[in-house]
Structure formats: C-alpha cells, structure tokens
C-alpha cells in the first residue's frame, strides 16, 4: 500500500458499480469518503455502463449522497470516437443512454423502427453496438446486416455480464459476440475499459499526468488493467466483484494489485 501516497494524486478515478454503489444503493461509507476526498482531488466516475446518459447517473449517485459532478461512460467515449473519425451516421444495438449522447454530438442515429434499406448508398457508416435490454430479433438482424455491406463495427465495452438483484444477466460483451458470430467480424474498437482510451480522455479532460492520478475499481480486468495500460496507478477495493473472487488483486499474468478492504481505507494512504 506504501506505493501509493494519496497526497501525490491530484486526480481519482472510480468505477461506479461495486464501487460506490451497489444495485443502486450506496456502499456503506462512499458518500462519507467522496465528501473528504472532494475537498482536495478532482473526482471522477468513469463506467463502462453506456445504458444511462451520464448526467442520469450522477443524478442517481447523487440522490444517494454520493456528490460527484463529472461521470464519463463508454457512451461518451463512442460519441468522441465518432467525431474523430468523422462517422455522421450509425445504427445502435444500444439503449437511450448512448443513443442520446450521440445525438447530442450531432451523429444521426438511424432506428430500427426507420427501416434501413439495406442499400449501399443508405448504410449507416458504422453500427454502434453496447448493452441493450430492449433488443429485439430484427435489431440484431439489421446491425449485422449493415456490418456485412460495410458498416464499420464499433463495440462499446467488453463486460460479458452485468450484475443485478437475479444475479448475473447478459452485458454488452454478450450483444458483441452474438453480432461477431453473425457477420464472423469483430468490433474494430471496443472502446471502454481496459481500452486506455478513456483514462488518456479522463487525463487530458483534467490536465493531469497519469502519475498524478489513481483508479479504484473493483474489476481487474477492466477497471484495473485499463489503468495500467494508461499507467495511471490503481487499486482495487474489495466490494463489488473483487468480493467474489479469492485474490481480487491478482489476474493472469500481471502483477499483484494492492487491495483496500473498504473505500474508508483510503483516507489513510
Ligand atoms: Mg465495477
């Protein structure tokens, strides 16, 4: 734990789910921790969840007293990559969360509902495909239809499953591989964690180096691997995931991650 001195880092970045909350409800001493660690850091929530516009989930994690003002999620990362790549128009196997943010962007999203004439000269530029728990059969059909005549393939976030009060459901990882399987194509981006692509945002968004900024999730093969692959230092706290399994702190290959027992723990760095 002694590697890391707290007093060093001007930024912190949290995962949200496991993290802070739990199905919603805030993780016993998050709203406590934020508030101190707020008077000295910038804060920053950054999920891989692209089903809420991130204003909706600082709204929900503020009704939860947990006061944080800047969310990033892999739907602002899709918008963002978009822009950079000049893609004007998409079709989403995705929900309002990430369909608005693009919209906002000035991306025209093509529905389902429009009946995309699979023509050439009338595909959408890319298929953006992330969780979606209104997906139906013809959805499916046509973003693999549009990837076959040439849509690029663009992949939210690579969670295989989602966590909720039944217990693990399918995640954007899921809608991925079946569209991989139907086009036999992968995405040419997934564009969330690990991908360091939005840490080098979250980065350049604050004005900070990655050695003055610190990850906590709880999921190393997303929230933590992503950091180091940013190298920004990180850390993994023992709630959420990290819970289930029986070395939270350590994955394949990889170094062993220090782990904090509660988010309390981190005021004594
Ligand atoms: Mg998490």
Redesign the pocket.
Known sequence: MSVINLSDIKLIIF?????LVEDGTAIPGAPEVINQLRKEKEIVVFSNNSTRHPNAVRDRLIAQNINIDQVITSSVLAADFCKKEEIQTVFVLGEHGLVDILEENDIRVKTWSEKITIDEKDLPDAVIVGMDRTATYDKFALASQCILRGSRFIATNPDKSFPTPRGLEPGAGSMIAAIAAATETDPEIILGKPNPLGYELILKKFGVNSDEALMI???YE??ILGAIRAKIPALIVNT??AQTRDNPGKFLEHPKVPVIETLASLLDL
């Open positions: 995962d949200a789910d496991g993290v999730g709880d999921r997303t929230d959420g995931v």
